[in-house]
């Protein structure tokens, strides 16, 4: 079994219906959704790898670009947090899109400043941000399964995030509190235009990702050296 790990459906939609057109056997795939921020995933991870045991997992979803060439499009493979042996399979998989092994930055928030994106590049040497890996990343380990991480890059240092981070979405609750969403646009009207651009971002971003990730899960390459039966 091959597990897919995202921190919300709004980042799985575009693998899920893959999964369907494709026709993947769902017994030899599983989704699994962590929640966003590392409170919440840390809890979700370890209870999904205490009852389930896949052969490899896939931790997936969106990130920030913290580097000029990270642009939003752009796949990226942690190579500080993936098994080596699948980071160079799935590299070869994905001859035929923009991606890059870099190393990526698990943060307690969404980074979106420009200043702090680069502070934390600086400090870190990394190249992107999420919210999720490194804790994805250390349940993994503890439970002896290893662990490749694919993301795709959604807002960058060009193209940031269209409100700001605590608007768009709360880690605590778990969603976007309407309220404070609309007495935003009501004060700042023109945001709704960039709202709209970046809605088409995330769809086109999702669609990428939900290709690649059907690349991977159905390539024997990858699947074999892991004890994965694909058809």
């Known amino acids: 079994m091959i597990a897919i790990t995202f921190a919300l459906r709004a980042e799985s939609a575009g693998f899920a219906a893959q999964l369907r057109k494709e026709k993947i056997a769902d017994r030899q795939t599983t989704i699994w959704h962590t929640g966003a921020g590392q409170k919440h995933c840390q809890l979700s991870i370890n209870q999904f790898l205490e009852a389930k045991r896949p052969d490899f997992l896939i931790s997936s979803g969106f990130a920030g670009g913290m580097r000029e060439d990270l642009r939003v499009g752009d796949l990226i493979l942690a190579e500080n947090f993936s098994d080596r042996q699948l980071l160079l399979k799935a590299q070869q998989i994905l001859t035929g899109y923009r991606v890059q092994a870099v190393k990526i930055f698990t943060s ?12 934390i590049a600086r400090a870190n040497d990394a190249a992107a941000v999420d919210m999720e890996t490194a804790v994805i990343a250390t349940a993994c380990a503890t439970h002896g399964v290893p662990m490749l991480s694919l993301r795709i890059i959604t807002d960058s240092l060009q193209e940031p995030l269209p409100i700001p981070p605590p608007v768009l979405f709360n880690i605590e609750h778990q969603r ?19 709202l709209l651009r970046f809605a088409r971002r995330i769809a086109d971003t999702r669609a990428i990702l939900g290709n690649a990730i059907v690349a991977l899960v159905r390539s024997e390459s990858l699947s074999c050296n892991h004890g994965a039966r694909l058809p």
């Open 108 to 119: 307690t928030t969404i980074i979106n400043s420009l200043a702090d994106r680069n502070e």
């Open 176 to 194: 976007t509190d309407p309220g404070k969403f609309i007495t935003h646009l009501l004060r700042h009207p023109t945001a709704i235009w960039r």
